[in-house]
């Protein structure tokens, strides 16, 4: 086995190994600590501890074991692949089905941010509304972004309403979809860009998904999959480092987007 594959076994391969090395990362820890932090016994630790001496990624001064240089400079690129394992461990068919390279490269890259996440089925009665699930944080949430290539029926009255509950909300939408809102519900987008806290851009740009709610709540995201077709399931993330990433997504496509104040 080459030195590459060894320290990946070393290291992934093992739970107790892993979780040791990230419960250092926060600092020197006696074998009592370590202990007690990972909830386990001397035998069992003390083995994947020698493991870990002697691949070089621990120290050992005294009675205190810490990371070594190399685990110092290791062990924080851990954790983003270790998320992004999680991500898509967690729902796997769901992503087996997207085209992943529809996502931004910088954001795809760190897709692990979006913790743990949970897809959401529509009812046959309801397949294109919003998911119920996600409709009682998004009245209580401060902030709502959406992006959206696709049309809902609900748009003009769900997002006057947050609106006018004092909820800052900002659209993205692709050129056609707003020209379709503009057509069937001239009034509503109207009445829409005349509050203060809205905010409506139109892209001209293909947006390569479906859609993402990005809240102060949660972060939602849907995505087109690989046969080009729209399914309608929402993949939701509660997760603080998911608003983050959603917060990129948004502004990446605002960045590519037109802000328009009348029609």
């Known amino acids: 086995m080459s030195t590459e594959l060894q320290l990946i076994d070393t290291i992934f391969f093992s739970d107790k190994r892993k979780n040791l090395l990230l419960l250092l990362k926060e600092g020197p820890k006696t074998i009592e600590e370590i202990k007690k932090g990972l909830k386990v016994s001397s035998s069992p630790i003390m083995a994947q501890i020698r493991i870990l001496l002697k691949e070089g990624l621990l ?3 005294g009675d205190i074991y810490c990371l070594s240089v190399k685990g110092k400079l290791i062990v924080p690129k851990m954790e983003p692949l270790l998320s992004t ?8 068919e769901y992503w087996a089905r997207q085209n992943l390279r529809t996502l931004p490269p910088h954001l795809l890259d760190r897709i692990g941010e979006l913790g743990s996440c949970k897809e959401l089925l529509p009812e046959k009665t309801h397949i294109f509304d919003y998911p119920p699930e996600i409709m009682d944080p998004l009245y209580k949430s401060r902030t709502v972004m959406e992006i959206s290539s696709i049309f809902r029926p609900g748009y003009p009255s769900l997002y006057l309403d947050l609106a006018k509950r004092d909820i800052e909300v900002s659209l993205i939408l692709e050129r056609q979809i707003y020209e379709k809102l503009v057509s069937d519900y001239s009034a509503a987008v109207e009445e829409f860009l005349n509050l203060k806290n809205t905010r409506l851009f139109v892209c001209d740009h293909k947006i390569e998904l479906a859609s993402s709610i990005v809240t102060d709540r949660f972060t939602s995201l849907s995505m087109i ?7 309608n399931h929402e993949m939701v993330s509660f997760e603080k480092s998911a608003f983050v990433w959603g917060q990129e997504l ?4 605002k960045d590519l987007s037109e802000q328009i104040t009348q029609i």
């Open 250 to 253: 948004f502004n990446y496509y």
């Open 225 to 231: 999959s690989k046969e080009g077709r729209y399914y």
């Open 59 to 61: 120290v050992q001064k």
């Open 85 to 92: 394992f999680q991500v898509f461990d967690e729902n796997h």
